[in-house]
Every structure is written in C-alpha cells, then in structure tokens.
C-alpha cells in the first residue's frame, strides 16, 4: 500500500547547526507534500508545503526540495535555534483525498 | 473563526464503556479526518470523511465508528473501549484558507485513556 517513510527518527544538532530530514514516497501520483511540526503536547502545525509542479520552496531559515524522479523530498532548517526542538512530520497527499504521514523525527537543538 | 474544535479533551474510561469524541469546524471545509497518535509514533488515518454524507475506513478503523453529521462536525465512537485505544485523538480538516493553498488544520487533540 502506499506509505512515507521518514529518516532520521532522532537528530541533536549544535545551535545554528543545519537539519536536513529525508522522506520517501511511494505512490508516483501524490502531488503535495507538507510538513508539519509538532510541540510537545500540542497539535501538528504546518510550517511549509510544495507542490509537484515546484522542485524547491523557501521561507527565512526553512526550506523544502523535492525530487520526483526518485519520490524523494527534505526539510532543511538552517541556523537551528532550540525554538526549533519539537518532532517533525512529512506527508504526502494521495489522490484518494487523504494524507499519509511518516513516522516523524525527534529534532533536538542544544544551546 | 476558531478553526478546529475537539471535545472533551481529556477522558478516562473503563474497559468496555462507550464514548463519542466530538469535532467541528467552522472553516467550511468539505473534508475532515481522526487520527490516533500512540507516544512516540506518527498519525494514522481512522476514518475520513471527503464531504458531507461519506465515510470512508483509513488504515485502522477497527473499534470505531464515525457520523458526518454536517458539513461542520464529524464525530467519532468507540462502542466498547480497550487499553490498546488509548491514545491522543486528532480531528482534523481540509481546505483553502485565505492567502495559501488547500492543507491540512488539525483540532487541540483529545487524549484518551482506557483501564
């Protein structure tokens, strides 16, 4: 069935450090791929999106690539501040109107 | 415009007692969503529903069920709880908010726990 799976499950960065998260997909049709992040005890919030027709968006210090061909895409967070600790999700939108999510990362960022 | 709404937010049942978690929005979307999340793992889909009058099983739908019962709320039941149900219950909606591309918007979540 269709899936996403997400690498790496844990990532301890240096502030200011770069984060870079990686996801795969597996349905060749999914055309839209947000990512969420989610605080401890709090609900997914969604802090950037792209869509198939776009290989990269950027917004300040976050940023998303997306490589079809081999139904891969990334965040990349630069100058990690520890505000930027929570856990991170990517998904990928089907066409069946529902998104499947990875399994997330844990991002720590230490002063 | 309070987005998306879940109540209770929390509970505590028995093995074998009924609820039905509640959710709306007021977004006027057409699509919404439960998910469960156990700690330490992602959201997965229970059911959905892409517009008012449907229902839809997402990848674990067995103990519940689910009522569409306006464009506005989609609620969801568990008829006879089990410790394996306990969970943080997410609702969530789809749509178009202004300035951006459709997305996903999800409820505070409701955190269940069954004895």
């Known amino acids: 069935g269709e899936n996403v799976e997400q690498h790496p499950s844990t990532l301890s960065v240096q502030e200011g450090d770069s984060a870079v998260i990686k996801c795969t997909y597996s349905?060749?049709?999914?055309?839209?791929f947000p990512w969420y992040k989610q605080e401890l005890g709090k609900r997914p919030q969604l802090i950037i999106d792209i869509r198939s027709n776009v290989g990269e968006k950027k917004d300040q210090r976050i940023a998303v690539t997306l490589n079809k061909t081999a139904k891969h895409f990334s965040l990349h967070i630069t100058e990690t501040q520890p505000e930027d600790s929570a856990v991170y999700f990517c998904?990928?939108?089907?066409?069946?109107?529902?998104?499947?999510f990875g399994t997330g990362t844990r991002l720590q960022v230490f002063p | 415009n309070a987005g998306v709404t879940q109540t209770p937010k929390f509970q505590v049942l028995k093995t074998g007692q009924s609820m039905t978690l509640q959710c709306a929005q007021d977004m006027n979307h057409n699509s919404m969503y439960w998910y469960r999340q156990d700690p330490g793992m992602g959201l997965r889909l229970i059911y959905y529903s892409a517009s008012e009058g449907t229902t839809d099983k997402g990848e674990v739908p067995n103990g519940y069920n689910v009522s569409r019962l306006n464009k506005r709320e989609f609620s969801l039941r568990l008829e006879s709880a089990a410790p394996s149900q306990t969970s943080v219950y997410f609702c969530?909606?789809?749509?178009?908010?202004?300035?951006?591309?459709?997305?996903?918007?999800f409820g505070p979540g409701t955190r269940l726990l069954v004895l």
């Open positions: 349905d060749s049709a999914s055309n839209y």
């Open positions: 969530a909606s789809w749509g178009k908010p202004s300035g951006r591309g459709e997305t996903q918007y």
């Open positions: 998904a990928a939108y089907l066409n069946t109107d529902k998104l499947i």
